[in-house]
């Protein structure tokens, strides 16, 4: 089991739902990240967060919406999706944001009908 | 040419064999550099991490890092059919942690 915790981990939504994922890290890291991960091939940045403050939004398209209520957890929002959004979403975290390893979640893995 | 290149595979060895994991980047501010192993339907485990160059050993698990050849690597010695999965190679400058660039994953199959 990894120290960062995301729900849920299966969601299958229509184009026209709402929906949100969540991510969950106890280990007093003050840096949380989105990734978006397609079969095959490695993890693409969407948005790092630094002390609840968001800190980079990699051109990520405004159907996907962020959110950091605490430094413990982090939300990723989603609204009118499209099938190519369908992909492994994984959260991470680090230390600080400054050359410190991330530590992966298991994901939530996405699949828009 | 990509930031970071690494070999897809896939590789297959028999069990109790010695794995090499290779990446070669081209940013010479890269500083920091990771290994993780990602198992199929879970996310990527960090395995080591490494600053500048040098090597570093963790178990049956040794990393190597030679900045003057742009050029890192992954050591598996006794491989198990447990090691079984996609290694990420991934590497970080020294300003901030979302210039972390990965490779593209290198999938390995531990044959009994």
């Known amino acids: 089991d990894t120290e960062v915790t995301q729900t849920p981990k299966h969601l299958v939504m229509g184009m026209t739902n709402k929906k949100s994922l969540k991510c969950e890290q106890h280990?007093?890291?003050?840096?949380m990240y989105w990734y978006k991960q397609k079969a095959k091939k490695p993890p693409e940045l969407m948005f790092v967060y630094s002390y609840e403050k968001l800190s980079i939004n990699e051109s990520v398209p405004s159907r996907f919406s962020p959110e950091c209520p605490n430094s413990s957890l982090l939300n990723l929002h989603l609204h009118a999706l499209q099938p190519e959004d369908s992909a492994l979403y994984l959260c991470a975290s680090s230390h600080g944001w400054n050359n410190q390893p991330q530590h992966f979640g298991d994901g939530t893995r996405l699949s828009i009908l | 040419q990509k930031e970071v290149e690494q070999d897809p595979g896939p590789l297959s060895v028999p069990e109790g064999a010695i794995v090499s994991l290779n990446c070669t980047y081209s940013?010479?501010?890269?500083?920091?550099f990771m290994w993780y192993r990602q198992y199929s339907r879970k996310g990527p485990e960090l395995l080591m991490y490494?600053?500048?160059?040098g090597n570093k050993e963790d178990g049956r698990f040794t990393a190597q890092v030679d900045k003057s050849s742009k050029y890192i690597s992954l050591f598996i010695r006794d491989s198990q059919p447990s090691d079984s999965a996609t290694y990420l190679c991934a590497m970080s400058a020294v300003v901030n942690n979302n210039d972390m660039r990965f490779g593209a994953g290198t999938r390995l199959t531990v044959k009994p």
């Open positions: 940013n010479s501010a890269f500083q920091y």
């Open positions: 490494t600053y500048s160059s």
């Open positions: 280990m007093g890291h003050r840096a």
